[in-house]
């Protein structure tokens, strides 16, 4: 089943695994966090796919596909009860999870702030950006030295 876990299943493991190293990120694993970093959301479900679910009875290996189900409440819970102690006892996996972890959380950060008021992102060029119009803009080209204070001259 392995080429057969599906990006719900997977974004389902990585909601619970998000939640255990950074309480409330699991919540913002969103639709649109999912789409700009599926292959880390891919890499980590099959990560614990491979370490926690593969080979064991049907009951245990369908759990992330029945999770992934957005009415299937107490099937959620039981993944992350059985996460929670899979990933409590193999610090090996916990650390390599952690990992992935911290990559999708970036791109949580990252999202939260670029969608932030007065966030400008300058992909080479000359930006200008005045929050408050009754103050004064300096436009400045090339290289200038600014000398605040004092008279002017060194030493």
Same mark, same amino acid.
């Given at each position: 089943?392995?080429?057969?876990?599906?990006?719900?299943?997977? &974004?389902?493991?990585?909601?619970?695994?998000?939640? +255990?190293?950074?309480?409330?990120?699991?919540?913002?694993?969103?639709?649109? *966090?999912?789409? +700009?970093? $599926?292959? &880390?959301?891919?890499?980590?479900?099959?990560?614990?796919?491979?370490?926690?679910? +593969?080979?064991? %009875?049907?009951?245990?290996?369908?759990?992330?596909?029945?999770?992934?189900?957005?009415?299937?409440?107490?099937?959620?819970?039981?993944?992350?009860?059985?996460?929670?102690?899979?990933? $409590?006892?193999?610090? $090996?996996?916990?650390?390599?999870?952690?990992?992935?972890?911290?990559?999708?959380?970036?791109?949580? *950060? &990252?999202?939260?702030?670029? &969608?932030?008021?007065?966030?400008?992102?300058?992909?080479?060029?000359?930006?200008?950006?005045?929050?408050? %119009?009754?103050? %004064?803009?300096?436009?400045?080209?090339?290289?200038?030295?600014?000398?605040?204070?004092?008279?002017?001259?060194?030493?």
């Amino acid at each position: 089943m392995l080429g057969a876990l599906s990006l719900a299943a997977a &974004t389902a493991i990585a909601k619970i695994v998000l939640e +255990k190293f950074y309480e409330g990120a699991g919540g913002k694993l969103g639709e649109t *966090v999912v789409e +700009k970093a $599926s292959d &880390t959301v891919q890499k980590l479900g099959n990560l614990i796919w491979e370490k926690c679910f +593969k080979g064991k %009875p049907d009951d245990v290996a369908q759990l992330p596909e029945q999770a992934a189900k957005p009415e299937a409440q107490a099937d959620q819970e039981k993944l992350a009860a059985y996460l929670g102690q899979v990933l $409590s006892q193999d610090s $090996s996996l916990s650390q390599d999870a952690k990992k992935l972890a911290d990559e999708l959380h970036q791109v949580i *950060v &990252t999202m939260e702030n670029v &969608t932030g008021r007065n966030v400008q992102q300058n992909f080479g060029g000359q930006n200008l950006q005045v929050n408050d %119009p009754n103050q %004064p803009v300096i436009q400045v080209q090339g290289n200038p030295t600014f000398h605040f204070g004092g008279s002017g001259k060194d030493g």
